[in-house]
């Protein structure tokens, strides 16, 4: 048998869907103009913030011992304390935390073209989004950029027993849309999750979302397509359906 349509397209969100890193920025800014002018402080309030940011990068979150809410209010309370010294400040990192929060879910936003993309493609075929991080914090991000009626299933990492790279979370949700795993196409913005995963689970194609033209490391996994913009999808999916009627 030769190869059939693709029937389903699996999206990651951070990065990919919306710019989650240049909304986490915005609202570091934030903080930074809350130390500054409320606090009076000088140019800690920088390295406060590029401290913190390092640390919600390593992260490290199991739900069974803490609350994503709090974990990240220790990020806070600890960086204060190691740079201004003195004691703890709670109410101070609480402050800072919730303004950081509350301003990057404002900023993430889905882009006017990219819902035209998500609408036209599921004329098409079915669509999924598929990312990995703490139910609490990914459901937080979804109702913030309103992207639940652009998709056919929403799938969190943090809900699943496995996180993307593990198979195991790809093929629940090929059972969802009732699919095989050569029906999808996996896209995203990180080797080692996104495209590592769909290889793992044999999806039809991994489409790597690459905007500022890193290069990756010899050891990566190598997608099978890397586009600069989620936009150029259209143009990749056309292109692996075009092999299927060669093929036929």
Known sequence: MGLSRLRAVFFDLDNTLIDTAGASRKGMLEVIKLLQSKYHYK???????DKVQVKLSSECFDPSKTCITDLRISHWEETIQETKGGSANRKLAEECYFLW?????????L??????MLTDLRKEVRLLLLTN???QTQREKIEACACQSYFDAIV???EQKEEKPAPSIFYYCCDLLRVQPDDCVMVGDTLETDIQGGLNAGLRATVWINKIGIAPQNSSPVPHYIVSSVLELPAVLQSIDSKVNMSA
């Open 156 to 158: 969190v990492g943090g």
């Open 43 to 49: 140019e800690e309030a920088e390295v406060i913030c």
């Open 101 to 109: 929060k509350s301003t990057r879910l404002q900023h993430m936003t």
């Open 111 to 116: 882009a006017e073209d990219v819902k035209a």
């Open 133 to 135: 991080g703490d139910r």
